[in-house]
């Protein structure tokens, strides 16, 4: 079963970064697609996410500041966000697709 540990949220202040990573454990996928979310009130949007051959996908609100990669050996990614604002305040999800979550990380953006 896989089973998802994430860490790295927290507070930041606007325009610092933060470095998010996200360890899958209980699977021995060689080929494997894993990504991040975030949840607000309001809405549940993709932040990036990176396929199996190390393809990405960047979110619109998100585009130019940040960048997710891979390390498949031990299944692994990381997001490094950089000149963070008061909007990325969220709850940030990792997902291994299709279907398993993470348990979560709030990141709050504030001074």
Known sequence: QVQLVESGGGLVQPGGSLRLSCAASGTSD???AMGWYRQT????????????FGGTNYGEAVKGRVTISKENSNHT?????NNVKP?????YYCLYYPNIWGPGTQVTVSS
């Open 41 to 52: 009130p309001r809405k549940r949007e993709l932040v990036a996410d990176i396929t199996n």
């Open 77 to 81: 990614i990381w997001l490094q966000m």
């Open 87 to 91: 909007e990325d305040t969220a709850v």
């Open 30 to 32: 060689r080929f494997f």
